[in-house]
């Protein structure tokens, strides 16, 4: 298990760089640290491999975020031709796409964009796919310190540009599954006075909201709850978890699968990360159903600060962009704050000896 804590721990260190660095170096000295970190591995060492570990996470951090400022090197300050998939649509001028092809040529990954000041010359919804004629320009923040810096979280979002559309034509008409699902939902909760507050929970749509619900959950301290979040994943696998239970009810004994609750939970929280859209803290979250459903299928006895460390490090690896999130860190440090508080106040020993507590 020490080697666990250590490799965690080496992985995180890795990718640390990238909060402080002015600039991301070119590819020739990504080169340079990859063939120093296969270097370092041979050395015969008990620390040497938690070095080159550390190197090679730093690596593909650097790597990262080289990929995702090349767009922004090439394709800026001048008009350019893109296929997107609209992701996200107020359906009047604030869209949020997905560029699968610049000039005939494929992009892999997709890279995030964003207008806000643009209308679309059709209706439009999530999941059409769209040729535009756009002007890119880059994400700038502000360089007061204590203020949001709106250029690190577009990064962090994986939307470095914004767009100016000139012209649009497009390509399928027909709308994604969860915008269709989207619509029913919006139909059905028409006459309610809360519709907007209700998608918002939902899936995350927050354009229904009339400017009053902002101003009161603002001034509430509760605008964090309309955003989906680690929390509302976890509800989520929770909720499947225990319709899982309340079907196997019904089944004979010799017919009920002990894991089918814990399979039953991580389905239902893709489920929802997929209607939430799949935005970056859902799918944080996600991973860290994914680990824990992992963990409890081999019976691996984890104490709580080694999952952390683990759902920490398998989250920087899956997209090392996330360690420029304040919303990662926050999130982080406000678990550590639960183990911390339950191992200082323990559950009374009448509960934690129960055989039913930890039956499943």
Known sequence: MRNLIGLCCSAIIGTLPLLWLPTIP?????????????????????????????ILCCCWALFSA???????????????????????????????????????????????????????????CAGQRWRMKVYLRPVHGQLNEG?????????????????????????????????????????????????????????GERYGMSDEQKN??????????????????SLAAMIGWLIARLLQLAFPAHRIYFRMPLLASVLAAGIYTWLAGGNPPAVRA????????????HGRNWSGWEVWLCCITCILIYDPLTVLSDSFWLS????????????WMPLPRYIATAKWFYRY
């Open 26 to 54: 070119g590819w020739p000295v990504i080169a340079i640290l990859f063939m120093a970190a296969l270097g370092v591995a041979l050395i015969r060492h008990p620390l040497a491999r938690y070095f080159a570990l550390s």
């Open 66 to 124: 080289r990929e995702i400022l090349i767009p922004v090197e090439e394709w800026t300050g001048k008009p350019v031709v893109v296929e997107a998939v609209i992701n996200r649509s107020d359906g009047k001028q604030d869209h949020e796409m997905q560029i699968i092809s610049v000039a005939g040529r494929m992009v892999f990954p997709a890279l995030g964009i964003r207008s806000q000041s643009s209308y679309l010359p059709e209706s439009v």
């Open 147 to 203: 203020g949001f810096d709106s250029q690190r979280y577009a990064l962090a979002q994986h939307q470095p540009l914004r767009a100016r559309i000139i012209s649009a034509l497009r390509i399928t008409q027909q709308c994604g599954l969860r915008a269709w699902w989207l619509s029913a939902v919006e139909t059905a909760t028409q006459a309610l006075p809360y519709q907007g507050v209700i998608l918002a929970l939902a899936f």
């Open 216 to 233: 009161m959950l603002r001034q509430s301290g509760t605008a964090h709850l309309m955003a989906i979040s680690g929390m509302h994943i």
């Open 286 to 297: 996600l991973i860290g159903v994914v680990i824990w459903l992992f963990l409890r299928l």
């Open 332 to 343: 982080a440090l406000a678990v550590a704050a639960l183990i911390f508080w339950y191992q």
